[in-house]
């Protein structure tokens, strides 16, 4: 089971750190993402960790978003710096549920979702 939080109301150019929990499980051995979806769009990816330290990012976040994983707390974080109002979404969490050599980025490899944290960013 994963739970999100972290969100809230920043204004542009903002930070927000988002967490992760996971209880149960065997977390320390999977692949953990972070998507988001915004009213009327689909889902999308955000950020991917490896249970390695291993990050891939989506080309609108990389360079201001930064994925990091402290398994000892089975907890990943999404820190958002320089928020734009298009960062505005609903962030969720999710893992594979299975250790994977690669780094998933699509939505169908991901079986564990958590409830999602609203991220608003006025300008």
């Known amino acids: 089971q994963l739970q999100a939080s972290g969100g809230g109301l920043v204004q542009a150019g903002d930070s927000l750190r988002l967490s992760c929990t996971a209880s149960g499980g065997t977390f320390i051995n999977y692949p953990v993402g972070w998507f988001r979806q915004a009213p009327g769009k689909e889902r999308e990816f955000v950020a991917v960790?490896?249970?390695?330290?291993?990050?891939s990012y989506a080309d609108s976040v990389k360079g201001r978003f930064t994925i990091s994983r402290d398994n000892a707390k089975s907890t990943v974080y999404l820190q958002m710096n320089s928020l734009k109002p298009e960062d505005t979404a609903a962030y969720y969490c999710?893992?594979?549920?299975?250790?994977?050599?690669?780094?998933?980025?699509?939505?169908?490899?991901?079986?564990?979702w958590g409830q999602g944290t609203q991220v608003t960013v006025s300008s």
């Open positions: 960790i490896s249970w390695d330290g291993r990050t």
């Open positions: 999710a893992t594979v549920g299975r250790f994977m050599a690669t780094l998933p980025t699509r939505l169908d490899e991901y079986k564990y």
